[in-house]
């Protein structure tokens, strides 16, 4: 690799416009100044993903949130339909009780997917390089690029391994958040449940509480730990289910730019199909696992610390663990076809910036 890819520029008619001229052969070797809107522009290029990915979380999260706070409400208790817990929920707790306990998943969405995203795209080339080397062709992402290609079994496993890392790394910043907007959304209809038990001064504690002061509740009722209850089945699900969603988003993406005759691989149209698609298959998948998840972390927001909790069993033919499922999927679709519209559309926009940081420095930013 030259001195120049590594970027230390040894040759001062790479970049005309920033070499300062003097009369000392000297001055050719004095670094640009380079204004303050010029490094935020580097920088901004340098870490796209993870500005992409953070605006396009507060965005999507916001505006799906209703129906997330639905589904969890029908998972967890029993409701006729979907416009009976709507109904409900706004008798009993106003239009705002739609928005409650939006904080946590505001700031959990936001810090999950950019760790998320900045994991897969990390994993990805890795996983294809990996395949590349094992399989003695071209890798998975060269396949991917090359105009009119269509999914193949390597390019599927190689999202789908990425995805999977990510989701399974991830899974420990995300289940207390998850916990605590669980409690908050369904905390009114704890303290309400028709029930004589032990149990009903921790149920009633959780209501009418903020995100902040809903996981001091949990840790002083179940200790620190009690923050990770049902890590075991959250870890499941988003290994699982991340590998699907990356999956079915990058090979959707491939097939709907090929028919489409398209030359840009982010069109908006197979952008946001496939980002609502991805949503749809993943949820459709690990719908079951995330029902067991949400009625054994509601066991335990009920119980002390100590007490037994029952496991609820992975029914994947038991129509009861699929309550809410179209709520899910509707919020799914609609929340990802945001997300990536506005992710793709984000990085290219910071893509299309000038950088004069790294022009001053030979350095070739992806």
Not at 26 to 32: A, C, E, H, Q, W
Not at 107 to 134: C, D, E, H, N, W
Not at 153 to 182: Q, R
Request: glycine share 8%; with cysteine; aromatic share 10%.
């Amino acid at each position: 690799m030259s001195d120049l890819k590594r970027g230390n520029v040894t040759d001062d008619t790479a970049n005309p416009e920033h070499v300062i001229q003097g009369p000392s052969s000297k001055m050719s070797n004095v670094p640009p100044i380079i204004p303050p809107a010029g490094v935020a522009k580097h920088w901004a290029k340098k870490y796209r993903t993870e500005i992409a990915a953070s605006s396009s979380s507060v965005l999507s999260t916001f505006v799906a949130y209703p129906l997330d706070s639905v589904k969890t409400r029908m998972q967890a208790y029993r409701f006729q339909h979907f416009t009976d817990c709507v109904q409900h929920t706004y008798k009993t707790e106003g239009f705002m009780g739609f928005w409650r306990g939006a904080l946590a998943p505001l700031a959990s969405v936001t810090l999950v997917r950019t760790v998320s995203f900045s994991i897969y795209q990390k994993a990805k080339y890795k996983y294809s390089a990996a395949i590349g080397r094992m399989t003695g062709g071209d890798e998975p992402l060269v396949v991917v690029n090359k105009p009119g290609s269509v999914p193949t079994l390597a390019t599927v496993a190689c999202f789908a391994a990425a995805g999977s890392t990510a989701g399974g790394l991830i899974a420990g910043i995300a289940c207390p958040f998850e916990l605590t907007k669980l409690s908050a959304q369904i905390s009114v209809l704890m303290a309400k449940s028709n029930s004589s038990s032990v149990d009903d001064p921790v149920r009633r504690s959780y209501q009418h509480m903020g995100t902040f002061k809903t996981a001091k509740n949990i840790v002083w009722h179940r200790g620190v730990l009690g923050l990770y209850s049902g890590f075991h089945l959250h870890l499941l699900r988003d290994t699982l289910g991340t590998g699907i969603y990356f999956a079915t988003y990058e090979s959707g993406k491939q097939l709907l730019v090929k028919f489409q005759g398209s030359d840009s691989p982010t069109s908006p149209l197979s952008v946001a199909i496939s980002g609502g698609l991805c949503g749809l298959v993943s949820w459709a998948c690990i719908y079951p696992i995330d029902s067991a998840k949400t009625h054994y972390q509601r066991n335990c927001l009920t119980k002390a610390r100590g007490q037994p909790v029952t496991v609820p069993k992975i029914q994947f033919f038991n129509m009861a663990m699929y309550r809410g499922l179209g709520v899910s999927m509707a919020r799914s679709c609609v929340i990802n076809a945001i997300f990536f519209s506005s992710f793709e559309l984000v990085k290219k926009r910071i893509n299309g910036l000038e950088d004069p940081v790294g022009d001053a420095e030979g350095m070739g930013i992806e």
